[in-house]
């Protein structure tokens, strides 16, 4: 085992700035309580504090960051942990801590850590493009990019991204990206800057746009809760996990948290204060079920399982889990020819790469980047719906390169999202591929990548996947999920699609918010976290202009 595991950490939490015990959470106290501590809730909550609000922001995780209690730190640095470093996030599955930050009772892979799956991700940060809000139809008035853009603005100022993060400079590894550049050039295809032209999306390559700041992961624990903590009437409860909130008829008056040792207790609100979820697009729901909001059969799978739901009468029968949508993953394995270092993780992290650890000691190297080397996207058109694809490029051992490719926007299927017995939410009709115009669009794409890499010019072959179908019967989820909670205008209670309204407001409550990726109504052309984090900053926005 290379790290031990994160045991100790509960016992720093009340010591820390900003952190506090459960049992010092103030009753009738806080404006805002929030629930979630992934990206959307940690940018909602600074936002609110920035308004002069009192905020509760509760998390189920631990911390990921010395900042914030945790202390598995790298042997040669103690003031980082190997989550935040960018060369290894390449191997970040491999660490303990993957498991440990992993949630237990959710359909799909999601993060239970204060960050969300932006402190484990591969850190791709695909600023998205202006076609993702402004065709289907599927956002709603008010949300299209002309009025996200100013919210996009504030999250670029704090948080950019970037594509050169080294500070000497240069690019490191850049074998990959010399065969495929080549590659793609020969096929007609351009080079873009990913985040200064978001809007290229058709026949592009750009070297990849990472969640990256000075140096280390970034993402909104770096970015925005730091911020918060200076102010008094923050507080931050790691180590709880919220079960329900507490309803009075359409008013929520509080939250019910269980605490690491097994007991329960209720937090309520403020006069006037306001519950905001963020717990994500596959936790979010199972909150709204316990809390008697849902689909009939689901909030009764609630109630069997032991959670206090409001009376019958109370319920509020909204589409929560129905339009459930992610983004299918195929993968492509090819050889190249060419001549791949894949860092050698386990001497990173014992410290015996004394190269490239004092090449980092100085703010420059290869430990300073992710796992790719390329992004691509590109799109198909069918029966005048167009979907797009992104491909995520990084080397495996030898001469093989991996490509990650994703359908993306455009994408016509969806699922929907349940609860079982044991709380564990569950994927009761998957969002893969679901309809025949999918399938086709798809398999057209792949098709005519494998055709381009198997042209005999390029001295290219498939290695793993053979052949196309082979590459798509490798379908696996995207863990980029959305629309469980969507948002809209088409009232749910009245037979429409929506569970929240354009101001993020659950159908028949009169103070009950969500935030996260669950109310997107589509899906993004790219990687989804640049996405969730603006639509975090607008909807912020929204709530605070409710009076």
């Known amino acids: 085992m290379r790290f031990l595991r994160a045991s100790c950490q509960a016992a720093l939490i009340a010591t820390l700035g900003g952190l506090v015990s459960a049992s010092s959470l103030k009753n009738g106290y806080y404006d805002y309580i929030v629930v979630g501590g992934g990206p959307a809730g940690i940018i909602a909550a600074e936002k609110f504090i920035e308004a002069g609000n009192k905020v509760l922001l509760v998390e189920r995780g631990v911390g990921p960051t010395v900042a914030t209690g945790a202390n598995e730190t790298l042997v040669w640095n103690k003031d980082l942990t190997p989550i935040d470093l960018p060369g290894l996030s390449a191997d970040v599955g491999s660490l303990d801590l993957w498991d440990e930050y992993l949630c237990s009772d959710t359909a799909g892979y999601a993060a239970c850590v204060l960050g969300g799956g932006v402190t484990i991700n591969y850190m791709v940060f695909v600023h998205p493009p202006a076609h993702d809000f402004d065709d289907n139809n599927n956002w709603p008035e008010g949300w299209k990019w002309k009025d996200l853009k100013s919210a996009a603005d504030r999250l670029y100022k704090r948080n950019p991204g970037t594509i050169l993060p080294s500070a000497d400079g240069k690019r490191y590894d850049q074998g990959l990206y010399k065969v495929l550049s080549r590659f793609f050039n020969k096929l007609g295809w351009k080079s873009v800057d990913m985040i200064t032209q978001p809007d290229e999306k058709y026949q592009v390559y750009s070297y990849p746009a ?206 929907v999202l349940g609860l079982d017995s044991n709380q564990n939410t569950v994927i009761e009709k998957s969002p893969y591929m679901q309809t025949a115009d999918d399938r086709r669009a798809a398999r057209s794409f792949i098709q005519q990548l494998v055709n381009d890499i198997q042209n005999p010019s390029t001295g290219f072959k498939l290695e793993t996947n053979l052949n196309t179908t082979a590459i798509l019967a490798s379908q696996s989820p995207g863990m980029h999920y959305t629309g469980t909670a969507k948002m809209g205008t088409d009232n749910g209670l009245e037979n429409g699609t929506s569970v929240v309204d354009v101001n993020t407001k659950v159908y028949g409550m009169d103070n009950l918010y969500v935030v996260d990726g669950s109310i997107h109504p589509d899906l993004p052309t790219g990687n989804i976290q640049t996405t969730i984090m603006i639509i975090a900053e607008a909807a912020a926005a929204r709530i605070l202009a409710q009076k």
């Open 210 to 415: 990472w969640n990256i700041k000075d140096q280390k992961r970034a993402g909104p624990v770096r970015t925005y809760l730091p911020e918060a903590e200076k102010n008094e009437s923050f507080d931050l409860n790691l180590g709880a996990k919220v079960i329900r909130v507490v309803r009075s008829g359409s008013q929520v008056t509080g939250v019910e948290v269980k605490l690491a040792s097994g007991k329960t207790e209720i937090v309520s609100l403020a006069d006037n204060g306001r519950v905001v979820l963020a717990a994500g697009a596959l936790s979010t729901p199972r909150l709204l079920f316990n809390s008697g909001i849902g689909p009939k059969k689901q909030i009764e799978t609630a109630k069997m399982s032991g959670i206090t739901v409001p009376s019958e009468k109370e319920w509020l029968e909204l589409p929560v889990g129905v339009g459930l949508r992610d983004h299918p993953i195929f993968s492509i394995y090819v050889e190249t020819g060419g001549n791949y270092g894949v860092p050698d993780y386990d001497a990173i992290i014992n410290g015996s790469d004394t190269t490239d650890i004092n090449l980092y000691k100085n703010g420059d190297g290869l430990l300073t980047q992710g796992k790719h080397r390329m992004i691509f996207f590109s799109s198909n058109e069918l029966h005048g719906q167009t979907r797009y694809y992104q491909g995520s490029c990084a080397p495996n051992a030898g001469s093989v390169l991996g490509i990650t490719t994703y359908l993306t926007h455009g994408s016509t299927s969806q699922g």
